[in-house]
């Protein structure tokens, strides 16, 4: 599981390096007004995104996971639903295009959002091959696609400097380029696994699959539709496409935690679900406890550095004017973090199968950031839309690890409670420090940002011993 982890978040690490090298060209190539019209435009691409990157994907990677089942028959359902899925978005998203405009308040978008539904088929192909390669356990084959994505989304940044003049087309071309490419290189990667498919008499009843597979829909639809709703809320409250600019800046940085943490909840469901289903829950409990060790270990001085230095990196990264959202940056990675803390205890629950109470977290989180995202807005403007999701997100994780500790049994641990006040006790000095000491150029900013988190992660290792530890396994 630790190797599987390890290439999860390199593939993940090249999502981000990747990611922010493309908005770092377009946040400081663009106005304000023109890079919020980007992000409105990704914000609806990420809405499309959750209904055949997710659910049909992880119930793949779970039957397979399962060893029950005639793959290849698995594989012909998997591509039945994903096809369907598809072409019903393809047909909604471009008739549609016009009511979704005018709901955002912005005609202007229609053309971009027609252009939106070419992306969906080669985006579907795409993730239905991780699907079966994750469900394979075949973690290498399917990071290293992970890791070749992001490198092929920066065609974006040559599309807008010297193809089209029309910056937001561009950036729509450079993702086509990269969704057509990638599907086919995953299609390759799956063909190379074709003498491992498993073999069985029985199939998967569609209607089983069909429900596995909306439930993680519902469960990853909830997820993306609280990271991305904020932005389509502010936009409407505010009627600014500078300010939605700003926010923008936001919720890139933002979802660090989130790209990081896909790499342990894409990991952990194969594993517990196989260990889950042969009744070695105790075994179970204890991968659970090294998941969380390596989250508060690893992935929470990130969330802590990122926070204390908001205001610094926004200035730096952009330009001094996205400073105005500091504050919303510095609660918002915390909550894209409690979010990625309940995406990975929620697959645990799935691997218990528990449908109907992921269902309901899922519906129950969303509720409760929509109501909030829209009164604070209209209060606090930025930092009220970041405030509204730490709410909900916070509260779906902890209702999610106490629903886990029902079921598995008590995973927290004496050295988890250690490395939560480590990072607490850090997270303090970290953000008077960084309030008090001006710093003026952003690669200074970016290697003391790294030195502190080296330090952080170091004493982790050693609290862990993470070395050995790999080593054993």
Not at 169 to 186: D, E, R
């Amino acid at each position: 599981m630790y190797l599987g982890i390890i290439l999860h978040l390199c593939s993940k690490l090249s999502f981000v390096v990747g990611s922010y090298t493309m908005h770092f060209f377009l946040g400081r190539y663009l106005p304000e007004a023109e890079y919020g019209v980007v992000g409105t435009i990704i914000t609806i691409m990420n809405f499309e995104y959750i209904f055949f990157t997710d659910g049909v994907r992880q119930g793949m990677a779970k039957a397979i996971s399962m060893n029950q089942y005639e793959e290849r028959d698995l594989i012909r359902t998997g591509l039945l639903f994903q096809t369907a899925i598809v072409l019903l978005f393809f047909g909604g998203t471009y008739l549609g295009a016009p009511l979704i405009g005018n709901m955002l308040g912005d005609a202007s978008l229609i053309p971009y959002i027609r252009n939106l539904a070419f992306l969906l088929p080669f985006t579907g192909l795409y993730s239905l091959m991780l699907g079966i390669l994750n469900g394979h356990k075949a973690f290498r084959a399917e990071a290293g696609t992970g890791i070749v994505y992001p490198i092929l989304k920066l065609s974006v940044i040559p599309a807008v400097l010297f193809v089209f003049e029309d910056a937001i087309l561009a950036t729509q071309m450079g993702f086509l380029f990269a969704a057509v490419v990638i599907s086919l290189f995953s299609m390759f990667r799956v063909g190379q696994i074709r003498p491992a498919f498993h073999s069985a008499s029985s199939r998967m009843p569609k209607g089983e699959y069909a429900r596995t597979a909306a439930s993680y829909l519902l469960l990853f639809g909830a997820s993306t539709f609280m990271m991305n709703l904020d932005t389509l809320i502010l936009k409407r409250v505010s009627g600014d496409n500078e300010i939605v600019g700003y926010y923008t800046g936001v919720a890139n940085f933002a979802k660090i935690p989130y790209y990081l943490l896909t790499a342990f909840y894409t990991v952990v469901l194969p594993v517990i679900t196989g260990s889950y289903i042969q009744g070695r829950i105790g075994e179970a409990r204890e991968k659970i406890a090294d998941v969380i060790s390596l989250v508060l270990g690893f992935i929470l001085p990130v969330v802590a550095v990122v926070s204390a230095a908001s205001g610094h990196i926004l200035g730096l990264f952009y330009r001094p004017s996205y400073r105005r959202g500091e504050n919303a940056l510095a609660l918002l990675i915390f909550a894209i973090a409690f979010l990625g803390m309940t995406l990975i205890f929620s697959m645990i629950l799935s691997a218990a199968d528990q449908k109907k109470l992921l269902a309901g977290l899922s519906i129950g989180m969303l509720a409760v950031q929509a109501v909030l995202c829209v009164i604070l807005t209209k209060q606090y403007s930025l930092t009220g839309t970041a405030a509204a999701t730490w709410i909900a997100a916070g509260g779906g994780m902890l209702v999610s690890g106490v629903c886990v500790v029902r079921i598995f049994g008590t995973f927290w641990q004496k050295k988890h409670t250690l490395l939560l006040a480590g990072n607490a006790a850090a997270y303090v000095s970290l953000l008077i420090f960084f309030r008090k000491v001006q710093i003026g150029n952003f690669f200074v900013l970016a290697g003391l940002c790294g030195v502190f988190y080296l330090i952080l992660a170091g004493a982790a290792a050693w609290k862990l011993d993470l070395p050995g530890r790999i080593r054993s396994r």
